[in-house]
Protein backbone atom coordinates (compact mmCIF):
# COMPACT_ATOMS: atom_id res chain seq x y z
CA UNK A 1 0.00 0.00 0.00
CA UNK A 2 1.13 3.23 -0.95
CA UNK A 3 0.74 6.01 1.28
CA UNK A 4 0.16 9.86 -0.07
CA UNK A 5 1.85 12.30 2.01
CA UNK A 6 -1.19 15.67 2.14
CA UNK A 7 0.83 18.72 2.28
CA UNK A 8 -0.26 21.11 4.93
CA UNK A 9 -2.15 24.81 3.45
CA UNK A 10 0.97 26.51 4.55
CA UNK A 11 3.11 24.45 2.33
CA UNK A 12 0.81 24.65 -0.32
CA UNK A 13 0.66 28.31 -0.10
CA UNK A 14 4.13 28.90 0.11
CA UNK A 15 4.38 26.66 -3.43
CA UNK A 16 1.55 28.78 -5.20
CA UNK A 17 3.65 32.05 -3.78
CA UNK A 18 6.61 30.36 -5.51
CA UNK A 19 4.88 30.09 -8.72
CA UNK A 20 3.06 32.89 -8.63
CA UNK A 21 5.92 35.41 -7.82
CA UNK A 22 8.17 33.20 -10.97
CA UNK A 23 5.07 34.16 -12.79
CA UNK A 24 5.05 37.59 -11.62
CA UNK A 25 8.50 37.84 -12.81
CA UNK A 26 8.74 36.76 -16.01
CA UNK A 27 5.45 38.54 -16.91
CA UNK A 28 7.08 41.59 -15.70
CA UNK A 29 10.36 41.02 -17.00
CA UNK A 30 8.16 40.24 -20.73
CA UNK A 31 6.45 43.84 -20.42
CA UNK A 32 10.34 45.17 -19.94
CA UNK A 33 11.57 43.27 -23.14
CA UNK A 34 8.64 44.43 -25.12
CA UNK A 35 8.75 48.18 -24.23
CA UNK A 36 12.70 48.43 -24.69
CA UNK A 37 13.17 46.28 -27.68
CA UNK A 38 12.00 47.50 -31.56
CA UNK A 39 9.69 45.57 -32.95
CA UNK A 40 9.48 44.17 -36.58
CA UNK A 41 7.64 47.38 -37.83
CA UNK A 42 9.63 49.33 -36.11
CA UNK A 43 13.05 47.49 -37.50
CA UNK A 44 11.13 47.58 -40.95
CA UNK A 45 10.79 51.67 -40.86
CA UNK A 46 14.35 51.83 -39.89
CA UNK A 47 15.72 50.05 -42.90
CA UNK A 48 13.10 52.21 -45.23
CA UNK A 49 14.47 55.55 -43.59
CA UNK A 50 18.28 54.03 -44.08
CA UNK A 51 17.30 53.61 -47.77
CA UNK A 52 16.34 56.85 -48.87
CA UNK A 53 19.62 57.69 -48.83
CA UNK A 54 19.85 55.39 -51.98
CA UNK A 55 17.14 57.41 -53.42
CA UNK A 56 18.51 61.07 -52.66
CA UNK A 57 21.71 60.08 -54.66
CA UNK A 58 20.15 58.42 -57.68
CA UNK A 59 17.93 62.08 -57.66
CA UNK A 60 21.21 63.44 -57.45
CA UNK A 61 22.69 61.30 -60.65
CA UNK A 62 19.16 62.34 -62.38
CA UNK A 63 20.01 65.97 -61.79
CA UNK A 64 23.24 65.26 -63.38
CA UNK A 65 21.93 63.37 -66.68
CA UNK A 66 19.65 66.91 -66.48
CA UNK A 67 23.01 69.10 -66.70
CA UNK A 68 24.60 66.65 -69.15
CA UNK A 69 21.49 67.18 -71.42
CA UNK A 70 21.72 70.56 -71.49
CA UNK A 71 25.54 70.67 -72.47
CA UNK A 72 24.06 68.37 -75.42
CA UNK A 73 21.29 70.97 -76.27
CA UNK A 74 23.70 73.85 -75.86
CA UNK A 75 26.30 72.32 -78.17
CA UNK A 76 23.82 71.40 -80.13
CA UNK A 77 22.55 74.53 -80.43
CA UNK A 78 25.92 75.94 -81.05
CA UNK A 79 26.17 73.60 -84.36
CA UNK A 80 22.58 75.16 -85.24
CA UNK A 81 24.51 78.38 -85.73
CA UNK A 82 27.24 77.31 -88.66
CA UNK A 83 25.96 78.63 -91.68
CA UNK A 84 26.20 76.36 -94.07
CA UNK A 85 24.80 77.05 -97.48
CA UNK A 86 24.15 74.01 -99.01
CA UNK A 87 21.41 71.23 -99.24
CA UNK A 88 23.46 68.70 -97.20
CA UNK A 89 24.03 71.60 -94.50
CA UNK A 90 20.41 72.69 -94.14
CA UNK A 91 19.55 69.02 -94.59
CA UNK A 92 21.93 68.53 -91.57
CA UNK A 93 20.43 71.82 -89.31
CA UNK A 94 16.96 70.42 -89.03
CA UNK A 95 18.55 66.87 -87.93
CA UNK A 96 20.23 68.81 -85.36
CA UNK A 97 17.37 71.10 -84.76
CA UNK A 98 14.90 68.18 -83.94
CA UNK A 99 18.04 66.44 -81.90
CA UNK A 100 18.23 69.99 -79.48
CA UNK A 101 14.40 69.75 -79.61
CA UNK A 102 14.54 66.35 -78.06
CA UNK A 103 17.45 66.88 -76.03
CA UNK A 104 15.24 70.03 -74.33
CA UNK A 105 12.29 67.77 -73.68
CA UNK A 106 14.25 65.28 -72.34
CA UNK A 107 16.05 67.71 -70.00
CA UNK A 108 12.67 69.05 -68.68
CA UNK A 109 11.56 65.59 -68.08
CA UNK A 110 15.13 64.96 -65.87
CA UNK A 111 14.45 67.78 -64.15
CA UNK A 112 10.78 67.59 -63.89
CA UNK A 113 11.17 63.78 -62.31
CA UNK A 114 13.91 64.70 -59.61
CA UNK A 115 11.78 67.34 -58.44
CA UNK A 116 9.11 65.28 -58.02
CA UNK A 117 11.41 62.52 -56.83
CA UNK A 118 12.79 64.89 -54.07
CA UNK A 119 9.19 66.03 -53.08
CA UNK A 120 8.23 62.03 -52.90
CA UNK A 121 11.20 61.71 -50.80
CA UNK A 122 10.62 64.59 -48.34
CA UNK A 123 7.01 62.96 -48.30
CA UNK A 124 8.12 59.56 -46.73
CA UNK A 125 10.81 61.08 -44.47
CA UNK A 126 7.56 62.75 -42.93
CA UNK A 127 5.58 59.59 -43.35
CA UNK A 128 8.35 57.30 -41.81
CA UNK A 129 8.85 59.87 -38.86
CA UNK A 130 5.23 59.85 -38.13
CA UNK A 131 4.92 56.09 -37.81
CA UNK A 132 7.77 55.70 -35.94
CA UNK A 133 6.34 58.46 -33.23
CA UNK A 134 2.86 56.58 -33.10
CA UNK A 135 4.66 52.68 -32.96
CA UNK A 136 6.91 54.47 -30.36
CA UNK A 137 3.55 55.62 -28.64
CA UNK A 138 1.51 52.33 -28.64
CA UNK A 139 4.11 50.21 -27.43
CA UNK A 140 4.35 52.73 -24.65
CA UNK A 141 0.55 52.63 -23.91
CA UNK A 142 0.85 48.78 -24.43
CA UNK A 143 3.65 48.77 -21.97
CA UNK A 144 2.27 50.71 -19.16
CA UNK A 145 -1.18 49.08 -19.58
CA UNK A 146 0.37 45.44 -19.62
CA UNK A 147 2.84 46.65 -16.54
CA UNK A 148 -0.26 48.03 -14.28
CA UNK A 149 -2.07 44.90 -15.04
CA UNK A 150 0.97 42.63 -14.00
CA UNK A 151 1.56 44.92 -10.99
CA UNK A 152 -2.11 44.35 -10.06
CA UNK A 153 -1.90 40.75 -10.38
CA UNK A 154 1.02 40.44 -8.56
CA UNK A 155 0.94 42.42 -5.45
Known amino acids: MTSVVIPSPAEIGAGIGLVSGGACDMASSAVQQ ?3 SPTIAETGLNMLASQIEVLEQLVAKLRGVGVGIEHVHDTLAATTQLEWHSPAGQVFREAVS ?3 QHAA ?3 ETANQTA ?4 Q ?4 LRAMIASL ?3 LAAARSTVGATAGTAVARMCS
Open 34 to 36: FVS
Open 98 to 100: HRQ
Open 105 to 107: ALR
Open 115 to 118: TLAS
Open 120 to 123: GIDE
Open 132 to 134: QTL
